[in-house]
């Protein structure tokens, strides 16, 4: 599958921090292969609820998307119609941030259930889903990164990831040219390795 277009949401609050280096980084990879690309703040998004509230409406809707209308809900929209959706974050306590796990709880009204026959349809089966995430020190990474392929195999998307331990605090990874080269080449891999 040719990858078009890569929503990037960003889980960090540091403008010019780890995480952003990455993505840019990342993002530059990705559009010398022609590859479209957007960035989302995610902790900047004006959300109406701080995650899922279980209320089930989405479930009714003909639309794949979460009844409460803001920001959130027009992300979701977006990610219906990439090909490549990127969650990149720093670890936080062995988990993602709190603006990625908001975000990715509402991800629920993307589904649509049937719990008698014990099946769903997604609009998100076949994309990839894609982490980017960097450490200050070496443990926690794997812990970090299994709800995301759980995440991935069990909504028939492909997954990959970027894990970047030892980054150092916040704007410390701009200077480290071996990280530069891997997110630069893992963006590029988009355009280039069949997903
Ligand atoms: C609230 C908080 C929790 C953190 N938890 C961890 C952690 O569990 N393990 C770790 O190695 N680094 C931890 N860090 C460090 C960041 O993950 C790391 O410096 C990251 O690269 C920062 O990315 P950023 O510049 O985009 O914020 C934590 C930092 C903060 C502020």
């Known amino acids: 599958m040719k990858i078009k277009k890569i929503l990037i949401i960003s889980g960090s609050h540091k403008k010019d921090g780890n995480t952003a280096t990455l993505i840019n980084w990342f993002c530059e990879g990705a559009k010398a ?3 479209k690309t957007e960035i989302i703040q995610a902790a900047s998004l004006k959300s109406k609820i701080l995650g899922c509230t279980s209320c089930r409406k989405c479930q009714k809707l003909k639309e794949y998307n979460c009844i409460i209308n803001d920001e959130v809900s027009l992300v979701l929209k ?3 119609k990439s090909d490549v959706i990127v969650f990149a974050t720093p670890l936080y306590f062995f988990a993602a941030s709190a603006p990625i796990k908001a975000i990715m709880d509402r991800m629920f009204s ?3 259930w049937d719990n008698e026959a014990d099946t769903f349809e997604t609009p998100l089966r076949g994309k990839t889903l894609v982490l980017i995430a960097s450490a200050y020190e070496d443990v926690g990474l794997d812990a970090l990164e299994k709800p995301f392929k759980l995440t991935a195999d069990y909504t028939g998307m492909k997954f990959k990831s970027l894990l970047v331990p030892n980054a150092g605090v916040s ?3 701009k200077k480290n040219v071996k990280v530069k080269k891997q997110a630069i080449g893992f963006g590029k891999e988009m355009g280039t390795k069949p997903l």
Do not use: E, N, V
Request: aromatic letters at 8%; charged letters at 25%.
């Open 110 to 112: 993307l589904y649509k």
């Open 33 to 35: 292969k022609g590859i």
């Open 78 to 80: 977006k990610m219906i």
């Open 171 to 173: 704007g410390t990874l």
